[in-house]
Nanobody
Framework: QLQLVESGGGLVQPGGSLRLSCAAS????????VGWFRQAPGKEREGVSC????????NYADSVKGRFTISRDNAKNTVYLQMNSLKPEDTAVYYC???????????????WGQGTQVTVSS
């Protein structure tokens, strides 16, 4: 059973940066696309970014394009989300999840992590 664990969240000032990690255990991420999602209080969980199993294809929500970068290191069984120029509206719990394809709908992701809190505030 694949297990995902997010890390790297925290409190950061507006304009700052964080790098989130999504580490897998109990199996390999090699055959999975991995997405990052976020959920702010009172809002639905939304997709932020996704990377294909090979790493050759990525996509981003319009709200984070040009600021966030997703990457993966299959040798380390880990996917990263580099977040720059953070804004208060980026505050949310961030989750990673694995699916067969980045085309999968949110409820099509097979495995989810427990989430990591990101707070952007001065």
């Amino acid at each position: 059973q694949l297990q995902l664990v997010e890390s790297g969240g925290g409190l950061v000032q507006p304009g700052g940066s964080l790098r989130l990690s999504c580490a897998a255990s109990g199996g390999t991420l090699d055959y999975y696309a991995v997405g990052w999602f976020r959920q702010a209080p009172g809002k639905e969980r939304e997709g932020v970014s996704c990377i294909s199993s090979s790493g050759g294809s990525t996509n981003y929500a319009d709200s984070v394009k040009g600021r966030f970068t997703i990457s993966r290191d299959n040798a380390k069984n880990t996917v990263y989300l580099q977040m720059n120029s953070l804004k208060p509206e980026d505050t949310a719990v961030y989750y990673c999840a694995a699916a067969g394809s980045c085309l999968a709908p949110k409820d099509g992701y097979d495995y989810w992590g427990q989430g990591t809190q990101v707070t952007v505030s001065s």
